[in-house]
């Protein structure tokens, strides 16, 4: 068991920053998400903990020891691999006992433990196959296998889900969670998908173009994101931001609508804005129907789902925003609707900094 | 009626005959030169096999005499000396040439500045004849002023062993001179079989704490061992059949000591034109060949059945 801390690493392929210098502490037994879009630096900063990559700088500390400049094999980690990287000519069950026999264990101990992680992943039947002839989620399995066999201080997964069908990603999901749950080792965990890290994670690492633009708890990240990219990023749809004008105490929005802040914010963002403009946040659940609601706009299309209606409203030309309401009301498309917004769920941002401003309370 | 049929038959028929017709165009050419210059000999070298009969007599033909040419050569202890020979001469050229193309192959493997030239540099004894590799040969084991003695620590003319002229060292003359020439060939081979081998599973295991050792055990050895069969398979079948060599650099002697089965093969065919006889011994040669291919092609098949 394990904390992971990273300082001021970075990693440079010739003169293109694919991370850029990077602050986490990973506490023992945590399970630690890095989400954002392709090409954002997920992988490389994993391979970075695993020693597959070299750092361009900074440290790595691993359990209070400096492993910067330590082979993988030296750094006690296991990692899943987004294509698996099984042994091809090896059947599963040397694949799993590999590590094992890498390090010389006697062969009592290497059956013994193949057999309990097996009976753990539930994949005995299939420890004679080759991968080849496995299904992708058995093969994933395997690969969960050989990782956890050698009980090491940290795992590392890079995308253990991207190569697997939707319906059977959820099923993997809670079983990587159940594993996690018992295993309680240290594990960061590579996704593009943010239901998984939001589904998965004890915190979440969003991360942009090489930079990380916001560390917290899944609620966090998705109630008070940092800036524009998390809030868009985060939920889906992602967060409705509303460019308006800041005067008066009042926000002037699309449309005609006046928008009177709730309590404590107006001096937060007498405090914290840069200028006159302002971009109202809220989540789509943060939308309240109400025939005297200050706001007003057009419906433009209703979603029924399951269990909640998604309606898509234009404040103003072209300013469209999601709302989630009651399966139980009826809208038609092109009447005009009043709302409020849930006053503890508003946020405030910065157009020209893009940073959310701090509540004052 | 008669004038409708005429008109559309002859479309009808062209078109219904085309598929058929056009491969039978382009095949009848290559089974006719197949059988001519191939089944045929193969056949009538059987025939020939079982009969007693010279080229040289054209006038005299062939007696039918059943068995007695395979009798009389299995129960040679000549043949068989020549047999165990060859056996040494294919084992030991091609374990070699298995070690060394594989070794050159690992090395080759890692970019470095002036692999290709390297590499390139190494495939050089590929492409040249067997007859005048002989005569180069000939040249470097020279005992008077060949090199390779020079090479190996005999600076002094003449001090060193005459290498083509000493029974016991022929031999190992033309193993030498085989590896030497043959080595690249299971490079080649090995080389694209390393190269086929993906960086991830180096990866993974190097996450696994494998050592480079049991990387090597485990992950490349088999990564390459079908490349590395067919190349030994390859490099059997060409060994069993040494001639150009042996006759280049040794002609057979000293003594019969470098007497592969090919060169008596040849000689029993070419100079004695005992052609019946011989006939008989290239078909037990020809099965020992099949034998032996077969199961190198089993092995493979086993290590192609595991991935
Ligand atoms: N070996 C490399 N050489 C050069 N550039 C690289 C290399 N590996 C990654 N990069 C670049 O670094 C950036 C980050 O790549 P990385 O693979 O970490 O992204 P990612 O977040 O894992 O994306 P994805 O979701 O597509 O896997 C990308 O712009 C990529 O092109
Ligand atoms: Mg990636």
Redesign the pocket.
Same mark, same amino acid.
């Given at each position: 068991m394990a904390d992971i801390e990273l300082k001021q690493v970075e990693k440079r392929?010739?003169e &293109?920053y694919?991370?850029r210098p990077l602050d986490l502490f990973i506490k023992n037994g945590e399970f630690v998400a890095l989400l954002?879009?392709?090409?954002?630096?997920?992988?490389?900063?994993l391979r970075m903990i695993a020693g597959l990559e070299t750092v361009s700088g900074g440290r790595i500390i691993l359990n209070g020891q400096d492993v910067t400049w330590l082979k993988p094999s030296q750094r006690d980690v296991a990692m899943v691999f987004q294509f698996f990287a099984l042994y091809p000519h090896l059947t599963a069950w040397e694949n799993i006992a590999f590590p094992l026999q890498a390090e010389g264990e006697s062969r009592e101990n290497i059956k013994r433990r193949v057999k309990e992680v097996a009976e753990l992943l539930r994949i005995e039947p299939l420890l004679k196959s080759r991968p080849g002839a496995l299904s992708s989620g058995d093969q994933q399995r395997v690969a969960l296998a050989r990782a956890l066999v050698r009980r090491p201080s940290c795992f590392l997964m890079d995308?253990p889900l991207g190569a697997l069908d939707a319906d059977f990603r959820e099923t993997m999901r809670s079983e990587i969670k159940r594993l996690h749950i018992l295993q309680n080792a240290t594990t960061v965990y590579?996704t &593009?998908d943010q239901i998984e890290a939001m589904a998965m994670a004890d915190r979440i690492v969003v991360?942009s173009q090489?930079v990380v633009q916001q560390v917290g708890t899944p609620a966090e990240v998705y109630h008070t994101p940092s800036n524009l990219f998390v809030a868009q990023f985060i939920g889906s749809p992602g967060m409705n931001l509303v460019k308006g004008t800041w005067a008066d105490n009042v926000v002037a929005l699309p449309g005609g609508n006046r928008y009177a802040p709730p309590d404590g914010w107006p001096a937060a963002l007498h405090r914290g804005l840069s200028g006159s403009g302002v971009i109202v946040g809220f989540r789509p659940e943060a939308v309240q129907i109400h025939p005297n609601g200050q706001l007003a706009a057009g419906v433009y299309s209703v979603d029924l789902h399951g269990s909640y209606t998604m309606l898509v409203l234009e404040m103003g030309d072209d300013h469209s925003i999601h709302a989630r309401v009651s399966r139980d009301a009826h809208f038609t498309v092109g009447e005009t609707i009043r709302f409020d917004l849930n006053p503890s769920m508003v946020r405030f941002f910065d157009p020209k900094t893009e940073r959310a401003i701090a509540h004052s309370a | 009626m008669q004038l409708t049929q005429t008109q559309t038959a002859p479309m009808h028929r062209r078109r219904s005959l085309t598929d058929v017709q056009i491969q039978v165009l382009f095949i009848a050419p290559t089974i006719i030169l197949l059988v001519l210059w191939n089944i045929f000999p193969l056949f009538y070298s059987l025939y020939l096999s079982f009969t007693e009969f010279s080229v040289i007599k054209p006038d005299v033909p062939p007696a039918w005499i059943g068995l007695q040419n395979y009798n009389k050569l299995l129960n040679d202890p000549r043949i068989w000396q020549y047999f165990a020979l060859t056996g040494r001469y294919v084992v030991t050229t091609v374990a070699l040439q298995a070690i060394i193309g594989f070794g050159l192959a690992l090395f080759l493997r890692e970019r470095f500045k002036g692999s290709g030239l390297v590499t390139t540099l190494i495939l050089i004894p590929i492409m040249m004849s067997p007859v005048v590799i002989g005569l180069f040969w000939k040249l470097i084991y020279n005992p008077a002023f060949g090199i390779f003695n020079y090479l190996i620590g005999y600076s002094v003319p003449n001090s060193g062993p005459d290498w083509l002229g000493e029974a016991s060292r022929a031999l190992w003359a033309i193993i030498i001179v085989d590896v030497w020439m043959w080595s690249p060939f299971v490079m080649l081979l090995c080389l694209s079989g390393l190269k086929a081998i993906p960086d991830y599973l180096y990866e993974a295991a190097a996450i696994d704490r494998a050592s480079p050792w049991f990387q090597f055990w485990r992950i490349t050895l088999p990564q390459v061992a079908p490349l590395l069969l067919i190349a030994i398979l390859f490099r059997t079948i060409e060994a069993f059949k040494t001639f150009d060599l042996v006759m280049g650099l040794t002609g057979g002697g000293p003594g019969d000591s470098t007497e592969l089965i090919a060169v008596y093969l040849y000689r029993a065919a070419f100079t004695r034109f005992t052609t019946g006889e011989s006939s008989a011994l290239a078909y037990i040669i020809l099965v020992i060949v099949i034998a032996v291919s077969n199961l190198y092609v089993r092995s493979l098949n086993r290590i192609r059945g595991e991935q």
């Open positions: 392929f010739g &293109h694919a991370v954002g879009p392709s090409g954002c630096g997920k992988t490389t900063t995308e590579v &593009h991360m090489g | -």
